[in-house]
């Protein structure tokens, strides 16, 4: 049916799916070959509708916790068809889920359940600017939040990024009230924060950064921003929404790095990605800061239409328990030296110039082409993809991996086998 109609679908499909990739961050123009349509998913793999098989290592950027359609997962979806969108009324699931992440992770009083990661980032954002009563916030140049970053940027809506080329004059637009750091960069952080303390609300950084290509911070670097936002007041937050849920051998990044932030946004794995979902963690301390005013007051004004939707919560719940029963936790710690010593393998295989790696997360740096930067990584990609069956993500010329938690020896193997032939023949 689908091949009789494709003249009409493909003209249709192209504008979305170029290459049988579905992002809406592609270089849609560039991308070869016949669009392919991905039909179902099991485990590590995906099966086109001509029933090609391809190895997931992309993960849709990390969320795939459990691989595709788990079992247990399924059955409590349908198990929750049952009610519909629950705002304005909680419901036992919503209740539970909240109280199993915050009863689990020292530290965490409480928990806002959302509908995605960009959600989370923009509820963490306004609670950091009403607890302190500040507007401006601190990021770092490639960490990517949701699509809060586009609103980032738009300076008539009284936010935009501040770029600071050189490390003298930290000072902001006037409309601005987001500064853009370079990443690991505390000396400038401390600077921002000793000329406009009284403007800051929060920094906001991942704790490994995963979109600019798995840049893990050097030691000591968290621990300097905790004590410098401490000493100043300041609220720190981790963007924990692809870190976060195991991904590290943790159950959070922090956990496993060792510093404790003041807020934590998460989505992804909270539910293996099944079904669209985000949250936002808070210490002890945030929360009282609002039971404040009448008592037929809103405390905190700010929600969605479908945060905690029973679907939703069902899936995250679903997928604790698999967490749980399947020592996923431990897997990764047991998976992390393979992982490593396979990814490392390919140092010095074509214009391979770095790898790096943490927990179940690998990034391989490409040379870059003369005047021609990201063409080599995307290409690669390319490559990867329609002839060796391979989905990964390249930001430039890193070629990035997040692979199920459920992954196997075997196939990392193959994964980094397969990558390999690629990378051999790649000018």
């Not at 609103?151 to 601005?176: F, H, I, N, R, W």
Request: aromatic share 6%; net charge neutral.
């Amino acid at each position: 049916m689908l091949k009789q109609k494709s003249k009409i679908l493909f003209s249709r499909a192209q504008r979305h799916i170029p290459g049988g990739v579905n992002s809406p961050v592609r270089a849609f123009r560039s991308v070869g070959g016949e669009p392919r349509f991905i039909r179902s998913g099991k485990g590590s793999h995906v099966t086109d509708v001509d029933g090609r098989h391809y190895i997931d290592y992309l993960g849709s950027w990390g969320p795939l916790i459990l691989g595709h359609c788990p079992a247990k997962v399924q059955s409590a979806l349908r198990a929750q068809l049952a009610l519909g969108t629950s705002f304005g009324a909680s419901t036992e699931n919503e209740v539970v889920l909240a109280e199993m992440i915050a009863g689990a992770i020292p530290s965490i009083e409480k928990v806002r359940l959302v509908n995605s990661g960009t959600e989370a980032t923009m509820s963490a954002i306004r609670l950091a600017r009403a607890f302190t009563g500040r507007n401006k916030i601190i990021k770092f140049d490639g960490c990517y939040h949701g699509h809060v970053d586009s609103l980032l940027v738009k300076a008539g809506s009284g936010v935009a990024t501040l770029g600071l080329p050189d490390s003298a004059g930290v000072q902001p637009q006037e409309c601005s009230s987001t500064f853009s750091i370079p990443y690991n960069d505390a000396d400038t952080v401390q600077r921002a924060l000793e000329l406009n303390r009284s403007e800051i609300a929060a920094v906001i950084v991942e704790p490994v950064a995963g979109s600019a290509g798995v840049l893990v911070p050097p030691v000591g670097y968290l621990e300097r921003l905790r004590a410098i936002t401490e000493k100043h007041g300041i609220l720190l937050i981790f963007d924990e929404v692809i870190t976060g849920f195991g991904r590290l051998g943790k159950p959070f990044g922090w956990q496993r790095l060792g510093v404790v932030p003041d807020l934590v946004t998460t989505a992804k794995g909270i539910n293996s990605g099944t079904v669209p979902m985000g949250a936002v963690f808070a210490r002890a301390g945030l929360y009282e800061a609002f039971m404040q005013g009448p008592q037929q007051g809103i405390e905190f004004a700010h929600g969605y239409t479908y945060s905690a939707h029973p679907l939703a919560c069902a899936a995250s719940l679903a997928t604790l328990d698999v967490y749980r029963d399947e020592g996923l936790l431990e897997r990764v710690t047991a998976l992390e030296k393979h992982w490593e010593d396979a990814l490392h393998s390919l140092k010095g295989v074509g214009a391979v110039m770095d790898v790096r790696n943490i927990g179940l997360m690998g990034a391989v740096e490409l040379e870059p082409r003369a005047g021609a930067p990201g063409a080599r990584g995307f290409d690669t990609h390319v490559k990867t993809f329609f002839e060796e069956d391979v989905l990964i993500r390249f930001t430039g010329d890193i070629l990035a991996m997040s692979p199920p938690l459920i992954v196997s020896t075997s196939q990392i193997d193959e994964i980094v086998e397969r990558l390999r032939r690629v990378l051999e023949r790649i000018e």
